[in-house]
Nanobody, 120 residues
Framework: QVQLVESGGGLVQAGGSLRLSCAAS????MGWFRQAPGKARESVAA????????RYASSVKGRFTISRDNTKNTVYLQMNSLKPEDTAIYYC?????????????????WGQGTQVTVSS
């Protein structure tokens, strides 16, 4: 059973930064998703197993960076210039293989989520 464990969420003022981490052992393409209250879960960023390919939602492009360190079995989401509309529960997710995807249905494994709250 694959376990994904997120960490790094919290409360930050608008314009601030947070870095989320997700520990996951194995050969997986990974993604970060988020779900705000009353809204559907949406893709934020994705990264291939090798780290050579990344994708971002237009709402976070230029502000968020997804990366991974396979020697540490960890995927990161660096979030800069945070806005109140970034407030959500953030989930990391993974699927086996060397591809990349922003489609929720492609992901096999999910973390429990970590809360990110951005105050104005």
């Amino acid at each position: 059973q694959v376990q994904l464990v997120e960490s790094g969420g919290g409360l930050v003022q608008a314009g601030g930064s947070l870095r989320l981490s997700c520990a996951a052992s194995g050969r997986y393409a990974m993604g970060w998703f988020r779900q705000a209250p009353g809204k559907a879960r949406e893709s934020v960023a994705a990264i291939s197993w090798s780290g050579s390919s990344t994708r971002y939602a237009s709402s976070v492009k230029g502000r968020f960076t997804i990366s991974r360190d396979n020697t540490k079995n960890t995927v990161y989401l660096q979030m800069n210039s945070l806005k109140p509309e970034d407030t959500a529960i953030y989930y990391c997710a993974g699927f086996r293989g060397g591809g990349i995807s922003t489609a929720e249905s492609d992901y096999e494994y999910w973390g429990q989520g970590t809360q990110v709250t951005v105050s104005s």
